[in-house]
């Protein structure tokens, strides 16, 4: 049995959620707690709960995660500016909830990724 998480409930539509896109390999659904004008979340309807427990058999939804990520900015008014897609992984990569998630942010400059260590 696979089990449940928070985005999986999202998925299957027991927990509400701004949904605006779903087929029958990945969902989208806004940001609850959003960190610019666009935060969407892309997700795989099937749980896998890290990058590093992606099986060669995701290799279709991961790829489906992308082209969703690129049509979602289309449609949000984003692509021409630009935007960020970040998947964080475990504890260094600070990931909150365990389902693989994409973020797509935009709607302003997001400044730079990361501090520099020198
Ligand atoms: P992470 O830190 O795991 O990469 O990102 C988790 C994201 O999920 C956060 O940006 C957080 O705001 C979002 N989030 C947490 N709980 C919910 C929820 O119940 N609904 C939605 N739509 N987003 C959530």
């Known amino acids: 049995m696979t089990e449940e ?3 999986s409930k999202i998925i299957d539509k027991t927990l509400p959620s701004d949904m605006v896109y779903q087929d029958d390999l990945v969902t989208a659904f806004r940001d609850i ?3 610019a004008p666009t935060h969407i979340l892309i997700v795989p309807n099937r749980v896998i709960p890290t990058v590093d427990d992606i099986e060669d058999s995701d290799e279709l939804a991961m790829g489906r995660m992308l082209r969703v ?3 979602l900015a289309r449609q949000e008014n984003i692509a ?3 935007y960020r897609l970040i998947i ?3 504890d260094h990569g600070r990931q909150e ?3 693989l998630h994409m973020h ?4 302003k400059d997001l400044g730079f990724m990361l501090r520099r260590e020198s």
């Not at 797509?104 to 709607?107: D, F, K």
């Open 69 to 71: 990520a690129r049509d």
């Open 88 to 90: 964080n992984c475990r």
């Open 80 to 82: 021409e500016d630009g």
């Open 33 to 35: 707690n959003p960190a």
């Open 97 to 99: 909830v365990p389902h």
């Open 5 to 7: 998480t928070l985005f």
């Open 104 to 107: 797509l942010v935009g709607g």
